[in-house]
């Protein structure tokens, strides 16, 4: 069995994928280059893929999403805007879980893959449309009509709180070590940005030790 898993180098979609490795699946991973500032979050994609024994992992470029959306429509891809602290629309890149999906179908596709993993979890699913129940749902029929085939899209996080992840990906052994939130790219996590301080919520309420450094 296959399965195709969206690996964005985060503590989510590594879980996810981990979760596709427990219950049997090869993994052929795929990492996007989509014209984000994070870029190391690719480096740790490609440290988890190998720790978690995937059978292929390929980094896609679609930078040209930076060009696409244009100045001044999200944060995570334009420097000259500021980097919110806590939840806000600038922080949102216009259906990316859907460009993401729609690609990593093509791909499913041509290996024949019976699935596609991704690391949707409920936290964002309050604020992003496309990390939400009713989108997967739509989104998997899609694919399976557009492929004609049964190919299905699983969010096995979706009704998970962002602590209940980090408790399951203990529980499956993810290198939570290897893993990056931070929406800039220093040297260590920010520890000041929106996903910097998600991050270090949900391990406290895990009551799980982040192995990450912060700046501040």
């Known amino acids: 069995m296959k399965a195709v898993c969206l690996l964005s180098g985060g503590p989510d979609s590594a879980t996810a994928a981990a979760v596709a490795k427990h219950e049997g699946y090869e993994l052929y991973c795929l990492s996007f280059n989509y014209g ?19 059978k292929e992992h ?8 930076r060009e696409l959306y244009g100045p001044g429509v999200t944060a995570l891809l ?7 602290e806590k939840f806000d629309q600038s922080i949102i890149v216009p259906f990316r879980n859907g460009v993401l999906l729609a690609i990593a179908a093509g791909y499913a596709t ?16 309050r604020f992003y449309p496309d990390c939400r129940r009713e989108f997967v749902s739509a989104i998997s029929r899609a694919i399976s009509s557009g492929t004609e085939s049964k190919l299905a899209v699983r969010n096995p996080l ?58 501040k």
């Open 158 to 215: 979706g009704d998970r709180t962002k602590a209940e992840v980090l408790k399951l990906a203990d529980e499956l052994g993810v290198p939570l070590e290897l893993a990056w939130s931070c929406y800039l790219n220093g040297e260590l996590h920010c520890g000041r940005c929106e996903s910097c301080r998600n991050r270090k919520r949900a391990f406290a309420e895990a009551g799980i030790k982040d192995p990450a450094s912060y700046a």
């Open 78 to 84: 334009d420097k000259r805007m500021p980097m919110p």
């Open 58 to 65: 390929r980094v896609v470029d679609i930078s040209f999403l």
């Open 36 to 54: 984000q500032i994070a870029t190391k979050e690719i480096e740790s994609a490609k440290k988890i893929a190998r720790a978690l024994g995937a």
């Open 110 to 125: 041509a290996i024949g893959a019976e699935v596609i993993f991704y690391g949707a979890q409920g936290d964002d699913a």
